[in-house]
């Protein structure tokens, strides 16, 4: 009997995502480029469904139905391409290739469009959930056609999270606008991980708390609008005791924060397509900064303020504060993500619909959160939208929490903690309400030293003065 669908690339995602299939009575060829992963997962696995094992990808490939379905889950990047060149001469037209790796939408995009010759489909697909998510239920972001999507859907979406009865995946869009989107979740991470970390950092050096009480003002957190997964493992990490010193976990770890690339891809994206996402470009910044070691030692004896700390009573205050600024600066970083998917898709002509992706990240991904069907909802009211800040539901929270987020960024200034997440958080809110903005200046600045001309608010046309001569202005 033929197998439904295939994985090839059995590391740790590619063997959960086998298993998970296996689990959910598909049949599932396996391949590996070195057999002894093979092996392993039928000798520890195999009596969880209906495997089929193959040693060669040519004993693979002979062994799916057709149209083949086929889920390469192999390292990004060159591994991927090697993979291609190797199964390409096996498949038959109306195959389906699916990525499953983290790899860029770009080259997603190329591979598309060099299967697509062969008349095969292929389909980046983002896969959020890491291990577990892979084992258990990931979100699960397929970009590639409408037609591979009506053979492959059903599977993946019956291997997904699963949210009130939805699944956790849905077609995104053409070619790369699946990667794209994880690319995007990705950067989004990076903001929210850092917003709860400058949070973290208020508690413990604005109002003196120690981890393991920051970790119970996070639990009550968590049980109500915050309430996400980022926020339940912050929770359990503050928590833990270093066993071999009883200190704080936290306080034993180097803070230097490592990165894949992700957050990096989606800041020069959203440069290149001239969407402000400061949120995820100060989080990647402030990862980078973290780990510049000579740069911190060389600065550390640079004076900072006399006052340090808030005293008991404004210190209880503070922690109410700062779950609004909290919120409010999460509001804002997910509102600038979804800005820059619909900037992609509008680039890419994917027409991805935003909702459908809060929808979807509602389960499986690092990023599922409650609020998500906030942002689901408000693209339901109004698929326009043209920026989430100005939904009814966001409004309201944001200007219940705005004077709150002003006391936190103007505390944290005045007790020296850095807050970069949430201080370009509110300066991106009171630039968007910002009747007039110094833009005009810069405008004057650049027409004095370079000619550049500016527009008037009063008359069409483009202008310039002459500011080295008489001053006079010339329509240009
Ligand atoms: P790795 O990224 O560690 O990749 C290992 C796999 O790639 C092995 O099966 C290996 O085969 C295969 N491989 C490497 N080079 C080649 C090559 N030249 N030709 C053929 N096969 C090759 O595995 P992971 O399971 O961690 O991740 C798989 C993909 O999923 C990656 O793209 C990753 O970015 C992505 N991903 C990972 C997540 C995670 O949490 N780990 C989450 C979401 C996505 P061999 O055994 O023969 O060496």
């Not at 086929?70 to 060149?85: L, R, S």
Request: charged content about 20%; hydrophobic content about 40%.
């Amino acid at each position: 009997q033929s197998a439904d669908i295939g994985v090839t690339g059995l590391a740790v995602m590619g063997r959960n995502l086998a298993r998970n299939f296996a689990r959910h009575g598909h049949r599932v060829a396996l391949h590996n480029r070195s057999t002894a992963r093979t092996s392993a997962l039928m000798a520890e696995f195999g009596h969880e469904g209906a495997f089929v094992p193959s040693e060669t990808m040519a004993q693979f490939v002979a062994s799916l139905a057709r149209p083949r379905r086929i889920v390469i889950m192999v390292k990004a990047g060159e591994p991927t391409d090697a993979v291609i060149d190797e199964l390409v001469p096996l498949l038959e037209e109306g195959d389906i290739v699916v990525d499953g790796g983290n790899a860029h939408f770009l080259d997603t995009r190329r591979r598309e469009a060099a299967l697509r010759e062969h008349g095969l489909h292929f389909v980046g697909t983002g896969i959020s959930g890491g291990e577990e998510g892979a084992l258990e239920g990931p979100s699960i972001m397929p970009g590639g056609t409408a037609q591979a999507y009506r053979s492959l859907g059903p599977l993946l979406e019956s291997i997904a999270a699963q949210v009130d009865g939805r699944p956790c995946c849905t077609h995104v869009g053409p070619d790369g606008a699946g990667h794209f989107v994880k690319m995007v979740h990705n950067g989004i991470e990076y903001a929210d991980m850092q917003l709860i970390a400058e949070a973290y950092d208020l508690l413990r050096h604005g109002a003196g708390r120690q981890p393991a009480e920051i970790a119970r003002t996070f639990r009550t957190w968590n049980e109500d609008r915050l309430n996400s997964y980022l926020i339940e493992i912050t929770a359990e990490v503050l928590g833990h005791t270093d066993a071999a010193t009883g200190r704080p976990f936290v306080d034993i770890v180097q803070d230097r924060a490592e990165q894949k690339g992700t957050g990096r891809w989606t800041v020069q994206t959203a440069l290149e397509l001239g969407v402000p996402v400061s949120g995820i470009a100060e989080a990647v910044f402030a990862r980078s900064l973290s780990g510049s070691v000579t740069l911190r030692e060389a600065a550390r004896e640079l004076p900072g303020p006399t006052e340090t700390w808030l005293d008991s009573a404004a210190a209880d205050r503070f922690a109410g504060d700062v779950e609004q600024a909290l919120y409010a600066s999460k509001i804002v970083a997910y509102a600038q993500g979804f800005n820059q998917i619909q900037a992609g898709s509008a680039e890419y002509g994917w027409q991805i619909a935003p909702g459908a992706m809060a929808s979807i990240w509602r389960g499986g991904c690092i990023i599922r959160a409650k609020f998500l069907d906030r942002i689901e909802a408000a693209y339901q009211a109004d698929a326009q939208l043209p920026t989430l800040l100005t939904d009814e539901y966001f409004r309201k929270a944001l200007g219940e929490a705005q004077s709150a987020w002003r006391r936190v960024v103007s505390t944290a200034a005045q007790l020296g903690v850095p807050v970069p997440g949430f201080a370009t958080a509110l300066a991106y809110y009171d630039s968007l309400r910002a009747g007039r903005l110094p833009a005009a200046l810069i405008q004057g600045q650049r027409d004095f030293f370079g000619a550049h001309t500016y527009r008037r608010i009063d008359r069409d046309g483009v202008f310039h003065t002459l500011w080295a001569g008489d001053r006079s202005e010339q329509e240009r």
